[in-house]
């Protein structure tokens, strides 16, 4: 008898939904992000000895007809479907389709939102026998083996699951330690994904993203994956095992032009930072490099890792008031903005800029002062967005508390076209004036005519730049002309 069958499926939903962020939606740059948690959980699986299948629906353009085929050839055991706050009745409901199709299969939800609101989901519908709650990699092999053996569900810990009539929370798992003894994500990718298929506009086309370690420190009330999925405890892989990844990929995927490391924080740790880059740099590794930081890294650090091939970090600034940094916990302060950006300037570091509006205490001229600062630090990109609070933040737990949130039919959190829509408002702003504004911004910033020319020359210089441009601005400039598609 073989062992346990597994499908690993990020669900069909829209045509470029890109579930697997921390704001899914279907995004006006034509960003689509590696289904990389599900990815990291499959590899642990097929370590394990189980029989695995992968499907990133959305990436791959697969509809539900192809999935259930797939599904009722490959006959597995166990479902894992991935699932998001906006598209999480639509996941359910393929779930009960593969369900009704494969009466024997156990169906389990993974996620931000479901570790969130683990009873609620398991109540949309009988297809689901149980929800993970957080760090899920450990909790699906260990479901797979008690399915397989015959145990109890009791002994899982990590689920919440239904009992009959009941439902049952079992203690939350511990997180992993050891993240070395992974397997490679990039391994599951070269199973099951086209690289092709996915994009970053912060990323030289085609790219591979991995994360280097799980966890943040830091208290920003507003994002998802420190307060559900990884904690805000820092847990590293260490340098060797991150560069030996990347060694790999540069032989497995001799297309790919970069790697966008997706660590909620890269630059945590600057002395890590410099030891992977002198890491790289010893072992003759050439491959350009994008990362999520902080606005706080020094010159002599990002020298370093310029020199090992860093190319553009992603920072979220968020917004040009003081107050409204703090209201947020964000933990920095517009000086420490505009010092970063000077030292990342002088070592040669593209930054795209991250700024939110709607925050606690916005009025409109904390956003024009956000602006303002946009166009003074004037990074290689921005872009401009009202908050989305997810359940299991602080934000959401805050904007819910004052009455901001104006639905919480989690269907609305995407426009009719997919896109974000705004769901919250504060005092002093409604919806429609965010959204507006952010439009608004977004034309200040980009139709500047420096810009323009900055912009020209570099791609006229670089043809890898040229393909980065060409390829997010084939959607982008189509909302930068007619605005945001607006559910009202």
Not at 87 to 99: F, P
Not at 342 to 361: I, N, S, T, Y
Not at 388 to 394: A, F
Request: glycine share 6%; with cysteine.
């Amino acid at each position: 008898m073989g062992r346990l069958k597994i499908t690993f499926l990020n669900p069909p939903f829209l045509k470029s939904f890109s579930r697997p962020q921390r704001s899914p939606a279907v995004t006006k740059s034509g960003t689509l992000y590696f289904p990389m948690w599900l990815a990291y959980a499959c590899g642990a699986a097929d370590k394990a000895g189980f029989e695995v299948d992968f499907m990133d629906a959305p990436a791959d353009g697969f509809d539900l007809d192809y999935v259930k085929k797939r599904v009722a050839d490959f006959a597995p055991g166990l479902i894992v479907a991935d699932t998001s706050t906006p598209s999480v009745y639509n996941d359910a409901a393929v779930c009960q389709t593969l369900k009704d199709l494969v009466p024997g299969a156990f169906v389990l939800l993974v996620g931000t939102h479901v570790t969130a609101l683990p009873e609620e989901s398991l109540k949309l519908n009988g297809s689901v026998g149980a929800v993970a709650v957080g760090e899920y990699d450990q909790t699906v092999t260990d479901l797979a083996q008690t399915l397989e053996s015959g145990g109890s569900l009791k002994d899982v810990a990590g689920i919440c699951w239904r009992d009959g009539d009941k439902t049952v929370n079992n203690p939350r798992r511990e997180f992993i330690e050891d993240l070395d003894s992974l397997p490679f994500v990039s391994s599951i990718y070269r199973r099951f994904l086209r690289i092709e298929n996915y994009f970053n506009p912060n990323a030289i086309p085609p790219m591979v993203t991995i994360t280097t370690s799980r966890g943040c420190p830091y208290p920003c009330s507003f994002c998802v994956y420190p307060q559900t999925l990884m904690s805000r405890k820092v847990r590293y892989r260490s340098v060797a095992n991150v560069v030996d990844e990347i060694e790999y990929i540069t032989k497995s995927f001799p297309e790919a032009k970069s790697i966008f490391f997706e660590d909620d924080t890269f630059t945590i740790n600057r002395k890590r930072c410099v030891e992977i880059s002198e890491e790289m740099m010893r072992r003759g590794i050439n491959i350009s490099w994008t990362i999520n930081a902080r606005a706080d890294l020094d010159y002599e650090t990002l020298r370093v890792m310029k020199r090992a091939g860093l190319k553009l970090m992603c920072v979220g600034f968020e917004s040009g008031s003081q107050q409204l940094l703090d209201n947020i916990a964000k933990k920095t302060s517009v000086e420490k903005m505009e010092s970063f950006m000077a030292d990342a300037r002088k070592a040669g570091v593209l930054v795209h800029g991250c700024f939110m509006v709607g925050l606690p205490g916005e009025t409109k001229e904390t956003m024009q002062g956000t602006l303002d600062m946009a166009k003074r630090l004037n990074p290689d990109t921005a872009q401009f967005y009202p908050i989305m609070v997810y359940p299991g933040t602080d934000a959401y737990q805050w904007y819910s508390e004052k009455g901001y949130l104006t639905t919480k039919d989690f269907s609305q959190w995407l426009t009719p076209g997919g896109l974000h829509n705004t769901i919250v408002r504060t005092e002093q702003l409604t919806s429609e004036e965010m959204v507006q504004f952010c439009d608004h911004a977004r034309r200040e910033f980009y139709l500047r005519p420096q810009y323009i020319a900055r912009k020209m020359l570099n791609v006229a210089v670089n043809p890898d730049e040229m393909r980065r441009t060409l390829r997010s601005a084939r959607t982008f400039i189509k909302y930068l002309v007619k605005g945001s598609d607006v559910a009202r």
